[in-house]
């Protein structure tokens, strides 16, 4: 291997170290913001749940409980870092049909 590619290499696998430490980063944020959501639903009344999402909130209700899914399921996914991002990869090849029911599922 020429001095090039080891030099490329080294990028390669710099940037893959920064992936990965960014897909944690962001799980780890994913799963906090879950976790007061489902502090928040706990004291919000039965049936108003739905509106409190969307009156105090910049995203939808999916993407509340995509959040609150990612917080009952932290066990298993700070462990699985790599498949979470290839799962990803996986999403953006499928037809859009078939992603949305993968991501929000």
């Known amino acids: 291997m020429n001095n090039l590619q080891r030099q490329r290499v080294t ?4 940037l893959h170290s920064e992936i990965v430490a960014t897909v944690r980063t962001t799980l780890n ?3 906090e913001l879950g976790g007061l959501l489902e502090e928040q639903k706990a004291e919000t009344q039965h049936g108003g749940w739905t509106a409190w999402v ?3 909130l910049p995203f939808d209700i999916r993407t509340a409980q995509n959040y609150m899914a990612a917080f009952r399921r932290r066990g298993e996914l700070k462990n699985e870092t790599v498949s979470f991002l290839a799962d990803a990869y996986r999403v953006r ?8 029911a993968r991501i929000t599922g």
């Open 11 to 14: 990028r390669m696998k710099k």
């Open 93 to 100: 090849k499928e037809p859009k049909s078939v992603a949305t």
């Open 54 to 56: 969307e009156n105090n």
């Open 29 to 31: 944020i994913a799963i």
